[in-house]
C-alpha cells in the first residue's frame, strides 16, 4: 500500500512538473530575447582616467604600470582626446634614469613604454586630490584647456585606473595628501547624477586597493582591485641595471593577458577579472560586481579598454551651386610681393671687445 | 573660576557677598560662552548656502513637457476635410507630449483656380497664417506619391490618402515623436546617449593633402567655405552659435590598409578602402587636425585628396560592394565630423604615371561644397532621414534647410535642453541634501534660480504655441544650469566636511566648556539653598 502512494506521489510531481514547463505564462523564465537586449552594449564612446599618484624615483614602478596601461588602451583604439593620463612625476627624464628619455615596464627592456606620442595631461606637482576630484565632476577651474577635462556623456564608458601607494580607506597622492575611499564615492556619485558615465570600469592597483571600492553606491560600476583589505599588493621584478622595480605583480599579468587582445576580440570582462590567481599574485584579487547589472562574462573587453566610432557612408548632396568654378580659382597676382633682404652675419665670437 | 574647592591658606568664609560676586562671574561666563559663543561659532561655520527653491525644483518632473502644435488641412471637398480632421483628433486624443490643434481650410474660387502648388501654398497662407512650427496639408490631384514634403512647412497630399498616413507623416518627420519619447524617457538604458545640442560649435574645415609635391591640387577653400559653409550656418544659429576655420594639412596621411584593384578605367585600377577600417583611419588622423586649439566642441569636415599612387580611392563594404555613389566618395561619424574623398582628376594620374611633371589642377568646389553641406546638415541632426512609404520630400535647391526639418529640429532641441536642465536642477538639489559641506554662493544661487525660472517660462511657452521664445528660453535655462552645477567653487570645502568641524573644535573649546558646566552644579546647589531659606 505504501508503494503505490509512493507511486501515486511520483506521478503527482511528475504531472506538476510537466505543467510547469509546458506553461507559456510562466513568468519566472524571461523570455531570451529580454535577457539578450538587457545584455548588450549600450555605450556610444569610451574614456579613460589613468592615474599614477605616487612620486619619487623608486616609485619607477607605478609610472611603468600607468603607461602600459597607457599603452594598451590606445593599441585598443581610445584617442588621446579621450584618454586623461595623471603621472606625479617624471622618470623618463629623472637624472637618476639611466636610459635617458625611455620608461620600461620589464627586465628585458623590450619596449619603451614612454614612446614618442605619449600625452601626459597632468604632470608632476598638478597631479592633486584636488584636480583629480575636478576632473571627475567635471568642475574644473575656469581656463582649464579642453584636454584636461573629462568630457564624458551619458554614454560615455569610462575606465579609472589608479596606482600608487595606499591604505585601508585611502590612496596616498604625492606624498603629501590622500584621497579617501569616501570621497572617491562621492565622485563617482556626482558623476551618476549628471549622467556623465554610461557604465565604469574601476581598477586599483595599490596596498589594500579593496577598500577604496567598498563605499560606492552608485549603480553600473565595475571594480577590481589588486589586493583585499589587509593584503599588500607586491612588486614582480627588478632590473639590476635601472636599481629600481619594473612593474607589480597584477599590473604585470593584467597586460600579459592585454597583449592578446585584439581590437576585434571576443574575450570578456569576465575573464579578465579572473586574471592574476594568488599563487602568482600573492595577494588575493578583489571584484565588486553587485552594482553591474550585467554579467561580465557576456561583456566584452573591449567595452572597456577599446573604442568604437560609428561611421557611415553618406554620399548625398544638397544641390545648391551659388558660384561658378572660376570664381574659386586662387588669385596668384593677388599675394603680396616679398621685399628682397638681406642677410646679416654675426662673427661667432666677438673679437672687437677684446681689442 | 574654582569656587567650591578653596585653598587652605584663605579661611572658608560663607560670606553672601562674595557668594554673589561668584555667582555674578559664573553667570558672566556661562552667558558669553553659551549663550552667544556657541551660536556665534555655530552660524560662522555654517556652510554658505543661498536660499535656493528646492521644493519646487524637486517637483519640476511632476509636470510633463507638453507641446502645442497647429495642423492646417485643404481639401477641395469639405466633407473629405472633416473626416480627416475627426480621425486625425482621435489618433491625438490622449497624447501626453503633444497638443494638436486641427484646423480646417475650406476652398475658395481663388484657391480652386491655382495653377501650382506654390501659387496654393501662398493664397492659403494669406487667408491663415502659420506660426514657427505649425503645418499644413494641402490636397493637390496631380501627385505621384501619397505625400509630398515640401521645403516649407507645407506637405501636398493625394485625393486618395488615408488619415493613417497622414498620422504617420505627423508622429515620423514632423513632430518626431519617437526621438521626443527618447529624450523624456526614464529610463538610463532608452534615453538619449548623445550630448545636448551645446551654445557653441567650432567647425573646421581641413583639406589633407599628403604628397604636396607630387599633387599640385589648387583650392581657395577659404573663399569656398565663405561662399557655401559660414551662410548656411547662418541660418541653423538658432540653437548654437557656429565659428568656422579652414585650413590646409600637408603631409598628414591616412593609416589604412589599400588594396589595389583592377578595372576598365584608363589607368587600370583604383584602390579600395574597406568600411571596416573607416574608424580606425578616423582615429589616425584626428589628432593632426588641431582640433584641441579651441575650446568649445569641434565638429570637423576634411577633404583628402589621395596621392596619385593611391589614387582613385574608393571605400568598399565588407561583401566587396562598392559604396561610391555619383561619383561620391564620403561617410560621416558624429559627433566628431565627416571625411570626404577628392579624388584628383583622371588626367592629372596619367600624367604622373607616365613620370611627367605633376599637373596643377583645381579641385572641383561645387562638388564637394554640396557634398560637405549635406554632411553638415547630418551631423547638427537637422536632417530627418526616416523613411516611410509613399512619402517623399522635396530637394533642396535653397542655401537653407527645409523649414518644417529645422522647426522639428528647434523643437526637439528646446524639450532636450528642458528635459536636461531640469534633471541638471534636480541632480543638485539632492547632492546639496546628501553632501553637506558644498558651498553655493550668489552668482551660483542666481544661476540656479533664474534657470528655474526659465524653464517654467519655456515649458509654458511651448504650451502657449511660441516655438521662438521656447527655444530661446530653453536654451537660457540650460546654460545657466551647467554653469551653476560645474561651477569650480562647489568644492570649496572639499576638506572641511562636518566630522572635521566637530574633531577641530572639540579640543579647542572642551577645556574652556569644563568649568562651565561643572559651575552650573554650584549654581543649582545656591539656589537650592536659597528656597530652603525661602521655605524656611
Redesign the interface.
Known sequence: KLNKMRMELAWIVVIHLVGCLADPQDTSVLPEGFVDA?QRS???NNWAVLVDASRFWFNYRHVANVLSIYRSVKRL?I???QIILMIADDMACNPRNPRPGQVYNNANQHINVYGDDVEVDYRGYEVT??NF??LL??????GT???KKL?S???SNVLIYLTGHGGDGFLKFQDSEEITSQ?LA?GI??MW???RY?ELFFMVDTCQAASLYEKFTSPNVLAVASSLVGEDSLSHHVDPSIGVYMIDRYTYYALEFLEKVQ?FSKRTIGEFLQVCPKRVCISTVGVRKDLYRRDPHKVPITDFFG?????????????????N?E?????QDEEPLKKPFKIVLEPQFPSEFFK | METTSSSPFKPRRKDKDEDKFRIGATIAFIVVIIGIGVPMWWRTTTVYRVNLPSSDILSLCETSIKTAVQVAIYTKQPSRGQLLISELQAAFSDNEIWSVDFKQLSATTKTQEAHTPAVLEKLLLEEHPQSMGDFMFIEWANLQEDLLLTTERSALMRSDTTSNKLVQLLHAKILQTYRINQILSTD??M?????APQPAYDVIVSVLNPKPRLTHA???IA??VK??IEPWLAQVSGVSNFTVRSQWKYRVSIEADLKQVRDQSRLGRHYALQ?SA???L??SI??NLS??T??K?AINLVVYIPPCHTAPLH?Y?SKEQR????G???????P?G?FIIANPPERVCLAASNDKQPLPY?V????NM??M???L??LLDISSELQIDGVKAV?????EPRRWEYESFLRRSAIRHISTAS??LQ?LI??LD??SYIVIDDDVGAAITNSYADILAAKAALLGHRLADASALAKRAFVASERG????S??AQ?YFPDEQKYAIYIPLFLPIMVPVLSSFNMLRSVLQARRKAKQA
Do not use: C
Open positions: 538587457t549600450t555605450h556610444t583604439g584617442p588621446d582626446s586630490v584636488e576630484v575636478r565632476t567635471g568642475r574644473t577651474q575656469n584647456a579642453r584636454s568630457l556623456d551619458a554614454g570621497e562621492d556619485q556626482q547624477e549628471k549622467k554610461n581590437p573604442a568604437i566610432r560609428p561611421t557611415r557612408v553618406s554620399t548625398h548632396r544638397i544641390n545648391v551651386t551659388l558660384a568654378e570664381d574659386f580659382i586662387a588669385q | 538610463e538604458r534615453g538619449a546617449k548623445s550630448e589648387q583650392w581657395n573663399m569656398a561662399t557655401y568600411e573607416l574608424p580606425h578616423l582615429t584626428a589628432q582640433a584641441s579651441t575650446d566642441p571605400i563594404d559604396l561610391t555613389r555619383n561620391v566618395d564620403a561617410f560621416i561619424s558624429p566628431w565627416a583645381q572641383s568646389t561645387t562638388d554640396q557634398v553641406l549635406d554632411q546638415q547630418k530637394e533642396i535647391e535653397q542655401l534633471s541638471t541632480s539632492k547632492l546628501e553632501i552645477f560645474f561651477d569650480a562647489l568644492l572639499l
